[in-house]
Every structure is written in structure tokens, then in C-alpha cells.
T-cell receptor, first 113, second 106 residues
């Protein structure tokens, strides 16, 4: 089954404790991205990747890191989480090209205390 | 960069009525405009999209129109049903609007 998976789905952590949210897709998509969703702000892009070893900042990259060592995986890293990173995070993937729809993962709800 | 504005932020309609959500974009080079529906607690899912070489596209009760000159596009839902209640997002390629919470009243 074609899908995008994320882990964990829910996470409660404390300020400053490094964490990683994994994202994996089995559709051989070149393009992957991370979004955060906050009430009234919609979906804001954090980072994206056009292909292996190619990543770039989205609209709200501060406090986040990503890596793309393999085509199927695109982890999101919070080196020192802060309470303002409490949010709902979505990973998405698509075929590379300017007209392809994105497939979203199930979301990760993060609470930083 | 691209900027997408979406209105209204909330919309309540009676079951059976139509609902219209409007979006504007800033980058005239944008050429792909998807619409996503997000039900409560779920991920966004594509419901319809339109490419810049057409002005209108319809899929059963859902239609999208695009005005490239004015840089705006709209989602139209006719004969609304309670299961249409959700948050709808427009996008210009990978840049999203802020969402519209649609509530269909039975």
C-alpha cells in the first residue's frame, strides 16, 4: 500500500531535549517536505527536499534540521526544542515536478513543556 | 516568494446550500492549485486540483475555478452535506492558505 508514515504520532517532551520525528514513504517520490500546523496559521512549510542530499529551507525553518540520506526517509530533528515548537507536524511527499499533488503522513502531535 | 490568502476563515451553511471558498496568490509563475480537505484529527487529503491551462474543473459536487489574470481561484461545493464539514486548504503548489473551517448545519 502506497503511504507516508511518521513516528511517533504523539510526543511529550521537555525544553532542550533533542528529538527526531521520522518520516518514510514507499512511493519512490523525489520531493519530501515537513509542515507544521497551528490554529489560524494553516500549514507552514519548515523544510523540503528535492532529492537525496538536497534540502532547503521553507517558511519557518528556525529551530529545525532535516537530512535526506535515503530517498524514502526524511527525518525532522529538533536539537533543542522550545515550547513554541508545540504543534502538529505533517510530513508529505510527491513526485518532483511543479504540478504534482502531495501525500501527507498521519501527523505527529508534539508538546514541549 | 509565493503568498496565498484564503477567505473566509469560517463558513457555516445549511445542508443543501452551496459553499464558496476563495484564494488569491501572488506569484504569477504558479501553475498548479490543489485543494485539500482535512477532517478532524486526520491528515489533509487532495479533493480537487486545477492546472493553469484551464479555467474550471468539476468533480461531482465540487468545482474549482481559476482566474490567472486576477490571480485568484475558488472552490465551490454544491448541495452540501454534513460530511462536507471539515477544514479546507487551498494551495499554490506547495504554499498553503490558512484554511477555511466549513460547517454544514443539518
Amino acid at each position: 500500500e502506497a503511504q507516508v508514515t511518521q513516528n511517533p504520532r504523539y510526543l511529550i517532551t521537555v525544553t532542550g531535549k533533542k528529538l527526531t520525528v521520522t518520516c518514510s514513504q514507499n512511493m519512490n517520490h523525489e520531493y519530501m517536505s515537513w509542515y507544521r500546523q497551528d490554529p489560524g496559521l494553516g500549514l507552514r512549510q519548515i523544510y523540503y527536499s528535492m532529492n537525496v542530499e538536497v534540502t532547503d529551507k521553507g517558511d519557518v525553518p528556525e529551530g529545525y534540521k532535516v537530512s535526506r540520506k535515503e530517498k524514502r526517509n526524511f527525518p525532522l530533528i529538533l536539537e533543542s526544542p522550545s515550547p513554541n515548537q508545540t504543534s502538529l507536524y505533517f510530513c508529505a511527499s510527491s513526485l518532483l515536478g511543479r504540478k504534482e499533488t502531495q501525500y501527507f503522513g498521519p501527523g505527529t502531535r508534539l508538546l514541549v513543556l | 516568494g509565493e503568498n496565498v490568502e484564503q477567505h473566509p476563515s469560517t463558513l457555516s451553511v445549511q445542508e443543501g446550500d452551496s459553499a464558496v471558498i476563495k484564494c488569491t496568490y501572488s506569484d504569477s509563475a504558479s501553475n498548479y492549485f490543489p485543494w485539500y480537505k482535512q477532517e478532524l484529527g486526520k491528515r489533509p487529503q487532495l479533493i480537487i486540483d486545477i492546472r493553469s491551462n484551464v479555467g474550471e474543473k468539476k468533480d461531482q459536487r465540487i468545482a474549482v475555478t481559476l482566474n490567472k489574470t486576477a490571480k485568484h481561484f475558488s472552490l465551490h461545493i454544491t448541495e452540501t452535506q454534513p460530511e462536507d464539514s471539515a477544514v479546507y486548504f487551498c494551495a499554490a503548489l506547495y504554499i498553503f492558505g490558512t484554511g477555511t473551517r466549513l460547517k454544514v448545519l443539518a
